[in-house]
């Protein structure tokens, strides 16, 4: 079986619709999943809740992986990470006349 992962010039890599970040999210929590399912199996809990555990949060982090993909697209994360660290408002404490006198300019030249 081979995989095809499509990179064209200047686009961002994809594979099986996954588009830029939401492949690493993908991989990364397709591990992570892994992890804990050995680690849960190491400890001695029962194989078949180990199993269960294993497909269930796997399916859960494909649909939710692709469900990203599709709603907010490419550089949707992004953005909305960049939207929460930008203020809502901004604090103006300078009083309305101040804000309208010219400065003077104090610059003496010594020629």
């Given at each position: 079986m081979q995989y095809t992962i499509n990179k064209g010039i200047g686009?961002?890599?994809e594979f099986k619709g996954l588009k830029a970040?939401?492949?690493f999210i993908f991989a990364g929590g397709l591990l992570a999943v892994f992890i804990l399912?050995?680690?849960l199996?190491?400890?001695?809990i029962e194989q078949?809740?180990?199993?269960l555990f294993g497909v269930v949060s796997a399916s859960l982090l494909v649909w939710g992986t692709f469900h990203l993909n599709a709603r907010y697209g490419e550089y949707g994360l992004m953005?909305?990470?960049a939207a929460r660290r930008h203020p809502r408002?901004?604090?103006h404490r300078k009083s309305v006349n101040h804000m309208f006198?010219?400065?003077q300019n104090n610059r003496s030249c010594a020629m």
């Open positions: 686009c961002s890599v970040q939401y492949l399912f050995v680690i199996y190491m400890i001695g078949w809740v180990c199993i953005k909305l990470a408002y901004l604090i006198v010219k400065p």
